[in-house]
């Protein structure tokens, strides 16, 4: 039971193992996405209200965007599953036999003894409940921690977009310069993105310095990109 308990209380079984996918690509894509943007914008209109004012509205899109499609996403892997997991039950009820072969096979193929494998097969088969789980994780490989809820995590990365959109607007609304804004939000993004990669650490495990260095030249290389194809979309447009 102590081995069990301590199995459970891991970080990646646990809801901020499950969702630290979602905040880093929420924030990082919130954060290259805006840093582009009022990059672009800057250099367009060299005005720190008009700046500020576009880089909260893309924001704002950004964010809302992200939570449909994160909700989307979710809800349509969820209903597979259910589907998968009905289309498994109406099996077991309609071909019992054929299922239990399966299950012989399953563990034979895992090196297990005929009796032992028969032992199992009665086990797993005398419950409705357990065969139909059992099922979903060995042949479906579908686990109940699969099951997100879809509002959940599109609120976590609408949410994770937004705080991620937001430092590179703050020394826009410090400061007067639209040009001295945009190297400070460069700076403050790329500390921002390091802080990103060593708070990821908490639940990966891995080495803080690497993991935030890392983190940091992703996002602005993704950056950089960004906003070199924005400035080749303007000029095209612009000609």
């Known amino acids: 039971m102590d081995y069990l308990k301590k199995f459970h209380d891991e970080d990646w079984h646990t809801p901020k193992g499950r969702i630290i996918r979602e905040v880093v690509f929420g924030i990082n894509d919130g954060l290259v996405t805006a840093i582009g943007f009022i990059a672009g914008v800057t250099v367009s209109m060299a005005d720190v209200k ?46 019992p036999e054929k299922e239990t072969e399966e299950i012989r096979e399953i563990y034979s193929n895992l090196g297990f003894k005929e009796d032992e494998v028969e032992m199992i097969v ?25 099951f997100d809820d879809p509002l959940k ?16 607007l703050i020394p826009y609304m410090l400061m007067d310069n639209p040009f001295t804004a945009l190297k400070v939000a460069v700076v403050t993004s790329l500390l921002f993105l390091f802080g990103v990669g060593i708070g990821k650490t908490t639940v990966t495990k891995g080495n803080w310095l690497k993991s935030g260095i890392e983190v940091a030249i992703i996002g602005s290389i993704a950056s950089v990109v960004g906003f070199i194809i924005g400035k080749i979309v303007s000029l095209v447009v612009g000609s």
């Open 122 to 146: 009665k086990r797993v088969t005398s419950d409705k409940k357990l065969w139909v789980r059992f099922m979903m994780r060995e042949e479906l490989g579908i686990m109940e921690e699969t």
């Open 153 to 168: 995590v599109g609120a976590i990365m609408g949410i994770s977009f937004a705080i991620g959109s937001l430092p590179p």
């Open 50 to 95: 008009m700046v500020l004012l576009s880089g909260l509205a893309e924001m704002v899109a950004g964010a809302i965007s992200m939570f449909f499609g994160a909700y989307l996403s979710t809800k349509s892997q969820r209903e597979f599953f259910d589907n998968e997991i009905k289309r498994e039950t109406r099996e077991i009820d309609e071909m």
